[in-house]
Protein backbone atom coordinates (compact mmCIF):
# COMPACT_ATOMS: atom_id res chain seq x y z
CA UNK A 1 0.00 0.00 0.00
CA UNK A 2 1.85 2.94 -1.45
CA UNK A 3 0.39 6.20 0.02
CA UNK A 4 0.72 9.69 -0.22
CA UNK A 5 2.81 10.97 3.06
CA UNK A 6 0.12 13.58 3.65
CA UNK A 7 -2.42 11.01 3.24
CA UNK A 8 -0.81 9.25 5.91
CA UNK A 9 -0.70 12.02 7.89
CA UNK A 10 -3.93 12.79 7.59
CA UNK A 11 -5.01 9.52 8.47
CA UNK A 12 -2.97 9.25 11.53
CA UNK A 13 -4.14 12.81 12.32
CA UNK A 14 -8.16 11.84 12.00
CA UNK A 15 -7.31 8.75 14.05
CA UNK A 16 -5.55 10.76 16.87
CA UNK A 17 -7.99 13.47 16.72
CA UNK A 18 -11.37 11.15 17.34
CA UNK A 19 -9.45 10.01 20.72
CA UNK A 20 -9.01 13.25 21.57
CA UNK A 21 -12.16 14.69 20.92
CA UNK A 22 -13.90 11.67 22.88
CA UNK A 23 -11.83 12.33 25.76
CA UNK A 24 -12.76 16.56 25.57
CA UNK A 25 -16.55 15.52 24.86
CA UNK A 26 -16.66 13.16 27.91
CA UNK A 27 -14.94 15.68 30.01
CA UNK A 28 -16.99 18.69 29.29
CA UNK A 29 -20.33 16.68 28.96
CA UNK A 30 -19.53 15.60 32.39
CA UNK A 31 -19.43 18.45 34.56
CA UNK A 32 -22.39 20.97 32.54
CA UNK A 33 -22.05 24.79 33.30
CA UNK A 34 -19.92 27.10 31.38
CA UNK A 35 -17.19 27.86 34.65
CA UNK A 36 -16.43 23.76 34.42
CA UNK A 37 -15.15 24.15 30.81
CA UNK A 38 -13.06 27.38 31.09
CA UNK A 39 -15.90 30.30 29.65
CA UNK A 40 -17.03 31.45 33.32
CA UNK A 41 -20.06 34.20 32.73
CA UNK A 42 -18.81 35.17 29.19
CA UNK A 43 -21.49 34.53 26.38
CA UNK A 44 -20.77 31.99 23.80
CA UNK A 45 -22.83 29.87 20.99
CA UNK A 46 -23.80 26.34 22.57
CA UNK A 47 -26.24 25.57 20.09
CA UNK A 48 -23.77 22.64 18.53
CA UNK A 49 -23.69 20.12 21.05
CA UNK A 50 -19.85 19.06 22.78
CA UNK A 51 -19.42 15.70 20.55
CA UNK A 52 -20.10 17.61 17.29
CA UNK A 53 -17.52 17.24 14.67
CA UNK A 54 -14.11 18.73 15.07
CA UNK A 55 -13.68 18.62 11.55
CA UNK A 56 -17.20 20.66 10.95
CA UNK A 57 -16.13 24.04 8.95
CA UNK A 58 -17.30 26.80 10.88
CA UNK A 59 -15.25 25.14 13.92
CA UNK A 60 -11.83 24.91 12.00
CA UNK A 61 -9.68 27.50 11.32
CA UNK A 62 -7.32 28.07 8.47
CA UNK A 63 -3.09 28.41 9.11
CA UNK A 64 -0.20 28.29 7.83
CA UNK A 65 2.87 26.47 9.51
CA UNK A 66 5.63 28.82 10.37
CA UNK A 67 8.03 26.35 12.81
CA UNK A 68 7.95 22.39 13.88
CA UNK A 69 9.27 21.95 17.56
CA UNK A 70 9.21 17.97 17.77
CA UNK A 71 11.21 17.53 21.00
CA UNK A 72 8.94 20.27 22.58
CA UNK A 73 5.38 19.03 20.90
CA UNK A 74 4.93 22.58 19.70
CA UNK A 75 3.58 24.16 16.29
CA UNK A 76 4.07 28.03 15.28
CA UNK A 77 0.95 28.96 13.40
CA UNK A 78 -0.01 32.04 11.63
CA UNK A 79 -3.88 31.29 11.85
CA UNK A 80 -6.83 33.26 10.97
CA UNK A 81 -9.54 33.32 13.13
CA UNK A 82 -10.44 30.94 15.49
CA UNK A 83 -13.79 30.58 15.81
CA UNK A 84 -14.31 28.79 18.84
CA UNK A 85 -12.14 30.53 20.83
CA UNK A 86 -13.15 33.81 19.69
CA UNK A 87 -9.56 34.43 18.49
CA UNK A 88 -8.09 36.96 15.85
CA UNK A 89 -5.80 36.33 13.49
CA UNK A 90 -2.00 36.38 14.59
CA UNK A 91 0.95 34.19 14.66
CA UNK A 92 1.97 32.37 18.17
CA UNK A 93 3.10 28.47 19.17
CA UNK A 94 0.66 26.21 20.13
CA UNK A 95 1.05 22.61 21.79
CA UNK A 96 -0.08 19.57 20.26
CA UNK A 97 -2.12 17.11 21.35
CA UNK A 98 -0.10 14.24 20.28
CA UNK A 99 3.10 14.61 18.46
CA UNK A 100 2.46 12.19 15.76
CA UNK A 101 0.68 15.59 14.82
CA UNK A 102 4.06 16.73 13.81
CA UNK A 103 4.64 14.19 11.66
CA UNK A 104 5.53 15.00 8.05
CA UNK A 105 4.42 19.16 8.56
CA UNK A 106 7.30 21.51 7.27
CA UNK A 107 6.88 25.78 7.44
CA UNK A 108 4.60 26.76 4.62
CA UNK A 109 2.31 24.32 4.99
CA UNK A 110 -0.92 25.39 4.59
CA UNK A 111 -3.48 23.51 7.08
CA UNK A 112 -6.83 23.43 8.77
CA UNK A 113 -6.96 23.34 12.24
CA UNK A 114 -9.26 22.96 15.68
CA UNK A 115 -7.45 24.35 19.14
CA UNK A 116 -8.96 24.02 22.27
CA UNK A 117 -7.70 26.32 25.90
CA UNK A 118 -5.91 24.04 28.09
CA UNK A 119 -4.69 24.80 31.73
CA UNK A 120 -0.94 25.39 29.95
CA UNK A 121 -1.98 27.17 26.82
CA UNK A 122 -3.55 26.67 23.86
CA UNK A 123 -3.81 23.13 21.90
CA UNK A 124 -4.11 22.15 18.94
CA UNK A 125 -6.53 18.77 18.88
CA UNK A 126 -6.79 18.18 15.23
CA UNK A 127 -4.92 19.53 12.27
CA UNK A 128 -5.61 18.53 8.27
CA UNK A 129 -3.79 19.65 4.96
CA UNK A 130 -6.21 22.71 3.47
CA UNK A 131 -7.85 21.46 0.34
Do not use: W, Y
Not at 47 to 59: G, K, L, Q, Y
Not at 65 to 86: C, F, M, Q, Y
Not at 109 to 114: A, P, Q
Request: proline content about 7%; aromatic content about 4%.
Amino acid sequence: MNKCPIQALALRLAICATAALTVSAQATGASGGHSAHGHGAQGHDHSRPASAPAAAPDSMASGEVRRVDSSAGKLTLRHGEIPNLDMPPMTMVFEVADRAFLAGLKPGDKIRFRAEKSSTGFVVTVIEPAR
